[in-house]
Nanobody, 119 residues
């Protein structure tokens, strides 16, 4: 089991920066990748970014490419999402999730942290 706890959300103005954190505990040795998703009000949850721990390879949704950066500590205990040039449409609850080796699904999820971007 892996437990994930997000933090760092809050109310910011458009154009501001914010860094979200995801603290992982439990059996993280089997963690292959970490990702961030978000869910805006009355919208489906969507993928934001992911990092594969073994290679450091990252992927981003087009909507955040160039503005968001995903990173983490090599011990897989902490992940981060650094967000710059925030837009109103970035307002959402942000979730981190992890995938185990050999599994093609995001198995563990945090409870989410809310980001509100105001004009």
């Amino acid at each position: 089991q892996v437990q994930l706890v997000e933090s760092g959300g809050g109310l910011v103005q458009a154009g501001d920066s914010l860094r979200l954190s995801c603290a992982a505990s439990g059996r993280t040795d089997s963690t292959y990748a970490m990702a961030w998703f978000r869910q805006a009000p009355e919208k489906d949850r969507e993928f934001v970014a992911r990092v594969e721990w073994s290679t450091g390879t990252t992927y981003y949704a087009d909507s955040v490419k160039g503005r968001f950066t995903i990173s983490g500590d090599s011990d897989k205990k902490s992940g981060y999402l650094h967000m710059e040039a925030l837009k109103l449409e970035d307002t959402a609850v942000y979730y981190c999730a992890t995938m185990e080796y050999g599994e093609g699904k995001w198995k563990y999820w945090g409870q989410g942290t809310r980001v509100t971007v105001s004009s």
